[in-house]
């Protein structure tokens, strides 16, 4: 099967899985409004897909990891749900997030249910691996907070450093898919040093996916991405391209990167004056480098763990995809 | 050993373990200052001493039960710290919110951070009892959820019925108690109909402990209750009290109450002519009629448990105390 059908197939399964999740019998019906809308919404359903493709990769079948599988994604959207409110984020795949739809306070709530489902999908999985699976999904969760944390902490200051960066993008993004892989992984029967070795291939292409996100928004095409693109040039966002830029910029460029985040800098100003930076530095060829680093780390762990070459295969396939989308 | 000595040597032991939780090691302390700033505000401890009295009582060791103790006062703080966003509260045991403190979006995450410790924490637990325990968890917080959306809903809404709010402290303060003495005695090795009946037990507990506080909001001391008497009344809080007076008031003390919150009352006109109320209508000693009433269930569910003498004791003082505490 091609990866693409692979791919297909899983998601299907989810989406079909998930859809079961609206359904969910209450006296209090407005309260599980907010999940169902999020499922609407649609997605990738990269986690997801992720943990049941590794379950099967170590000879599991697909039915063995999806609570799990759909733990994670609950989880990923209860993080979704938080974040639009910290972020104050009016809109999510073009529709309104869900604060801005039902106001601040059934956003805080609806989240925390959210959080409370995917713990109770994640513990549905074989006795034998509970203890394990919980465990790096308490850890990944933290995880996750602690990068939402740095996220809100980084547009307060003034200068954040690759490193920095590069830590934040790997805690709010990488190990959730790392989590994903690990989790299904040991499902599937996985030793745990080859779940471990899935764990750091999902970290890597995690972080790479992220870099691919914010040269999207800066380099992508507008109709592919489905925004507009240079909306972190306009906010002044500290992503790893505006890093990379202050990092290599000389006295003239950065004082005209200054310039535009410190006067009445139109909006169109602001993405024509900074694209003209990065255009001198090279910064979209550094930014691609980068990602192709990731990439290549994360191959490098895939490489450690045996599976068959059908399934080495999609997960090649599967981090190509992540980080040559043009959307 | 007395009630007092016995829950005074509980709450000692449940506050030292407290206190290591806030010497949690990681890269991002200001993320873990809310965590130790509500163990700092302390409080009664009321739920994890009936988790570690729950499982002494059916035999076990408090340290058999200590860890899901510990996850049930953070779970608890969870809530608050998001209940008290949601209700727009400054100020909590005298000391400023944690939103206040740090802002809304630092209380958002510094809650969803105490959620996921929670869950860490209950499932440290003997393995045999993992699923029940971590089941029981999650129903419970769901329901807590469920009580919280009830409420906001409450405040939105013309006329509430006694039933509907029966229900609604049910589900936010009356099953995270039950929860607290079912998690202790199968930690304790109870049987699953034991540590049912000590859930309801806790459920009706739970409920008298809430209507006593709503009591005590407006015939209180307010010296000893440690905040202003009649700041239910002033807000128009449809508690127990002002339930039971819409339903036994005749034509005039409707329009009375209806007037004192339509037009520019004073807060201390308020107070005076809701009073004025509440003893034309006896709802003081209908009230209290009320706590007595879920107080005499709960020691139904507590006679049909087998216990020592001496446990059986310990909980029917325990009971007693939360219905006749003036504080």
Chains 1, 2 share one sequence.
């Not at 969910?24 to 897909?49: A, C, Q």
């Not at 609950?74 to 106001?103: C, Y």
């Not at 306009?234 to 000389?250: D, H, R």
């Amino acid at each position: 099967m091609s990866f693409q059908n692979k791919y297909e197939v899983l998601k299907s399964y989810v989406d079909e899985e998930l859809n079961k999740l609206k359904h969910i019998h209450s006296d209090n019906p407005k309260l599980y409004e907010p999940l169902s809308y999020m499922i609407e919404l649609g997605g990738k359903r990269l986690r997801p897909v992720l943990t049941l493709l590794s379950c099967e990769a170590f000879g599991g079948r697909a039915e063995h990891a999806i609570h799990p599988a759909l733990g994670l994604e609950v989880f990923h959207n209860f993080s979704l749900i938080h974040d639009d409110i910290m972020d104050n984020a009016p809109t999510r795949r073009g529709k309104p997030t869900v604060h801005e739809k039902w106001g601040v306070n059934m956003g805080i709530l609806s989240g925390d249910l959210l959080l409370i489902k995917s713990y109770e999908l994640i513990s549905v999985v074989h006795p034998a691996v509970l203890a394990k699976v919980f465990k790096i999904f308490n850890q990944t969760a933290i995880m996750v907070c602690e990068g939402q944390q740095k996220d809100m902490d980084f547009e307060k200051r003034e200068l954040v450093d690759e490193e920095e960066y590069l830590r934040m993008i790997l805690l709010k993004t990488g190990v959730l898919l790392g989590a994903a892989l690990q989790i299904g992984a040991l499902a599937g029967g996985a030793s745990d040093a080859d779940a471990k070795s899935m764990y750091e291939f999902g970290c890597e292409i995690g972080v790479a996916f992220q870099i691919k996100d914010d040269w999207l928004d800066t380099f992508g095409e507008e109709e592919k991405v489905g925004k507009r693109i240079g909306g972190d040039i306009v906010e002044g966002k500290k992503t790893m391209l505006m890093i990379k830029a202050k990092e290599l910029a000389n006295e003239l460029q950065s004082q005209k990167i200054y310039k535009l985040y410190s006067n009445g800098a139109t909006e169109e100003q602001r993405i024509t004056g900074v694209l003209e930076v990065y255009d001198e530095l090279k910064i979209r060829d550094i930014c691609k480098a980068e990602i192709y680093k990731h990439y290549q780390v994360a191959l490098l762990k895939l490489d450690s763990v045996s599976m068959t070459p059908e399934f080495k295969s999609y997960f090649r396939s599967f981090a190509e995809y992540l980080i040559e989308r043009d959307f």
